[in-house]
């Protein structure tokens, strides 16, 4: 083995290499592997946090969707049993309604009916009297006989 | 490519030789001289890693990261993993030591995978005799590495334990008399050295012996076409896992020089 200064000169580029390594190299290297470490440990740590954060919201989304469908419920039943008094209310004033009029029908009726028995009462005395002058024409004085008369029209 | 096409000299044996002869620098005849190609490349790649790295560093965003910065951040995590898995005191230098160990080691050794006479060829052509391109089959560099290594073992194990500490796991162990420090420093020694040594060489030994048989290969004229495709397919995981045992071992041999036992 032919061992000479070339030793020497590789020991000495061998130190400065190192150095140079230790001083220029490693560590900016390493610390951009160090800061994407982290970066991707955060990344996965929000991720995850996220996912919790879905799972949550989509259980409080269920919730909600669950009081507002049986608030619905209740209205709608609220809805229905109003409108069913509604009607009942309806129903109770028309009858009141239908009662009057046919009450005020009855009392018209009776009205017209006086009325015109009133007129028939009337015109049958007229008739009565009429019938009466043309029989006692010749005897009985008018005067007279109207109180006979008007006895009659009162037993009509 | 045969050793005739070459230009080089006309023997297998020369052929093998002259690659396998550094471009050396300065007084041969003493420890005082460099191999400048080794040294080159190394460095060289040295400086890629540097750049690559770098320049992704610089742009490093904390967003979505491009493919480059992702293939560069997946790089330095698999190195951070390891290193953590094997390494529980807290240091700021094993980490990007082991990346500097892995990226580099595996740029050096991916320098097999270009066909041996290229580079040797070009370099030829303009002019230079000798041209190794593979850093790591040279035992000056792998044991330059490895001696380092070495070096920061011994600082960390006087910085964690002491000198004092350090000097009785040196002598106190395994047997615990001070009847036995003479044996117990010898055995001690032999295991303390062992280590580097083997380290570097483990790397040279792989990386030599890939090359060679690139060598070989490329010996055998047409033929060496579907065999270098094989070899240079089984050499990529020789180059990957040699870079990372040299690395494992090392932060291994680390973690052990900062615990107490």
Known sequence: ?156 | MSASDTGGPQTSGDYITHHLHNLQVGDTSSFWHVNLDSLIFSIGLGILFCWIFRSVAKKATTGVPGKFQTFIEMTVEFVDSTVKDTFHGKSALIAPLSLTIFVWIIFMNTMDLIPVDWLPMASQAAGVEYMRVVPTTDPNITLGMSFSVFFLMIFYSIKMKGLGGFAKELTMQPFNHWAFIPVNLVMELVALIAKPISLGLRLFGNMYAGEMIFFLIALLGVWQLPLHFVWATFHIMVVILQAFIFMMLTVVYLSMSCEDH
């Open chain 1, 1 to 156: 083995m032919n061992l000479n200064a070339t030793l020497l000169g590789q020991s000495i580029a061998f130190a400065v290499f190192v150095i140079f390594c230790m001083k220029y190299i490693w560590p900016p290297l390493m610390s951009a592997i160090e800061a994407r470490q982290a970066k991707i440990a955060d990344g996965l740590a929000s991720a995850e946090r996220a996912t919790k954060d879905l799972e949550l919201a989509q259980a409080s989304a269920t919730d909600q969707l669950k009081d507002a469908k049986a608030q619905a419920a209740s209205i709608v039943d609220a809805a229905n049993k109003r409108k069913a008094q509604i009607v009942d209310e309806a129903k109770t004033a028309a009858m009141t309604e239908r009662d009057k009029i046919i009450a005020s029908g009855y009392a018209e009726v009776e009205a017209e009916r006086n009325r015109a028995k009133e007129d028939l009462r009337q015109q049958v005395a007229t008739l009565a009297i009429a019938g009466a002058e043309k029989i006692l024409e010749r005897s009985i004085d008018e005067a007279a006989a109207n109180d006979i008369v008007e006895k009659l029209v009162g037993e009509l």
